[in-house]
Antibody, heavy 122, light 107 residues
Framework: EVQLLESGGGLVQPGGSLRLSCAAS????????MSWVRQAPGKGLEWVSA????????YYADSVKGRFTISRDNSKNTLYLQMNSLRAEDTAVYYC???????????????WGQGTMVTVSS | EIVLTQSPGTLSLSPGERATLSCRAS???????LAWYQQKPGQAPRLLIY???SRATGIPDRFSGSGSGTDFTLTISRLEPEDFAVYYC????????FGQGTKLEIK
């Protein structure tokens, strides 16, 4: 079964850091681009960051550029999101999502994790 | 950045009726790289349509997508009780972005 399982969320103070992980199973992880998408409480979906299948290309939304870093370890079938200088407006459920067809980021997301909640508050 | 605007914000219909949801892009979406997702409370989004009109695996044929350029439509031909949810469009032709969502509620 194709599955994504996020972890690492929690409560962090403004200015703090957090690293999210997404463990993948049931498919050839390195063959697919991956993304992080977030959803603030009661709000819509916001794409955050994407990484190519090899990890050689990364992309960020303007709202997180310079603060967040996406990476992957294909030997461990795991996607990461390092979040630094966190702000209250980063509070959201963070989902990892798999590209539908292949290694490039320009793709729909066919598999989503269950999400992990990040709360930025003092 | 391509901005997607969905309308209406809320659509109130009864089971058995036809639903038409709109997604308009601020600039042309290349190669019809547009997808639709369904999200129910407390759940992750589910892919319904990709490439503007192709149904994802396991999606019933009452769901259909159409459009090109800047105007796209998701149609649900006959609403079932489980179809009441929030629907998002997403473009992936130029970076990635989502619309703000349409809530489909029971009338």
């Amino acid at each position: 079964e194709v599955q994504l399982l996020e972890s690492g969320g929690g409560l962090v103070q403004p200015g703090g850091s957090l690293r999210l992980s997404c463990a993948a199973s049931g498919f050839t992880f390195s063959s697919y681009a991956m993304s992080w998408v977030r959803q603030a409480p009661g709000k819509g979906l916001e794409w955050v960051s994407a990484i190519s299948g090899s990890g050689g290309s990364t992309y960020y939304a303007d709202s997180v550029k310079g603060r967040f870093t996406i990476s992957r370890d294909n030997s461990k079938n795991t996607l990461y999101l390092q979040m630094n200088s966190l702000r209250a407006e980063d509070t959201a459920v963070y989902y990892c999502a798999k590209a539908d067809e292949g290694v490039i980021i320009n793709d729909a997301f066919d598999i989503w994790g269950q999400g992990t909640m990040v709360t930025v508050s003092s | 950045e391509i901005v997607l605007t969905q309308s209406p914000g809320t659509l109130s219909l009864s089971p058995g009726e036809r639903a038409t949801l709109s997604c308009r892009a601020s600039q042309s979406v290349s190669s019809s790289y547009l997808a639709w997702y369904q999200q129910k409370p407390g759940q992750a989004p589910r892919l319904l349509i990709y490439g503007a009109s192709s149904r994802a695996t396991g999606i019933p044929d009452r769901f259909s997508g159409s459009g090109s350029g800047t105007d796209f439509t998701l149609t649900i031909s006959r609403l079932e009780p489980e179809d009441f949810a929030v629907y998002y469009c997403q473009q992936y032709g130029s970076s990635l972005s989502f619309g703000q969502g349409t809530k489909l509620e029971i009338k």
